[in-house]
C-alpha cells in the first residue's frame, strides 16, 4: 500500500509537469488541448505571462514561480526514498518547513509590498526550493490516509463476513 502511494504521487507530478511543459508545445502547433491544458491549470495559477517562462513565444501552463513548485515537487518526490524509507512514514520538522517556505514568503511579500520586483528566475527558484520539501509532509499524509481507508475496508469486510456467518 505505501509504494502504491509513493507511484502514485511520483506518476502524478510527472504528469503535472509534463503537462506544463506540453500545453505551449501544443498550442505552437495549433492543438486544441493546449488550451484545455491551460484552463485545467488556470483555478490553481494567475498565468500571468510576463512571470511566465516561454516556450516558442507561448508561455508555460503556470507562472514561473508554480513552475517551480510543481518541478520541486516532482525532484522531492524521486529523492524521498533515498532519504527516507518508504516503510516507515517520517515527517521534517516544522522548523524546516519554515526554513524551505521562507525563502518564497520573503519574496511575495517583497513583490506584495512593490519592494521590489522579482525575476522569474528568483520567482522559479524560490517556488522549487518551497515544492522541493512538500513531498516529505505529501507522501508520508498521502500513505496514512492509503492505510486508514485499507485497514477500514479490512475491518468492514471482517465484521460483516462474522454477521453472515451469525445469521445463520
Not at 22 to 27: F, Q
Request: proline letters at 4%; glycine letters at 6%; hydrophobic letters at 50%.
Amino acid at each position: 500500500m505505501k509504494k502504491l502511494s509513493y507511484f502514485s504521487v511520483l506518476s502524478i507530478t510527472f504528469m503535472c509537469v509534463t503537462l506544463i511543459f506540453l500545453a505551449p508545445i501544443l498550442v505552437y502547433f495549433k492543438s486544441k488541448y493546449g488550451f484545455l491544458i491551460y484552463f485545467i491549470f488556470s483555478p490553481l495559477c494567475h498565468q500571468i505571462s510576463e512571470r511566465s517562462f516561454h516556450i516558442f513565444g507561448f508561455q508555460l501552463a503556470v507562472c514561473s514561480r508554480c513552475t517551480g513548485i510543481y518541478l520541486g515537487l516532482f525532484i522531492g518526490t524521486i529523492l524521498y526514498p533515498l532519504i527516507f524509507s518508504i516503510k516507515r512514514q517520517r515527517i521534517p520538522s516544522f522548523k524546516l518547513f519554515i526554513l524551505f517556505s521562507f525563502p518564497m514568503g520573503l519574496d511575495v511579500i517583497g513583490n506584495i509590498l512593490n519592494l521590489w520586483i522579482s525575476s522569474g528566475i528568483i520567482r522559479f527558484l524560490t517556488g522549487f526550493i518551497f515544492g522541493l520539501l512538500l513531498p516529505f509532509y505529501l507522501i508520508p499524509g498521502i500513505m496514512d490516509l492509503a492505510e486508514i481507508k485499507f485497514n477500514f475496508n479490512k475491518n468492514f469486510i471482517k465484521i460483516e463476513n462474522e454477521n453472515k456467518i451469525s445469521n445463520y
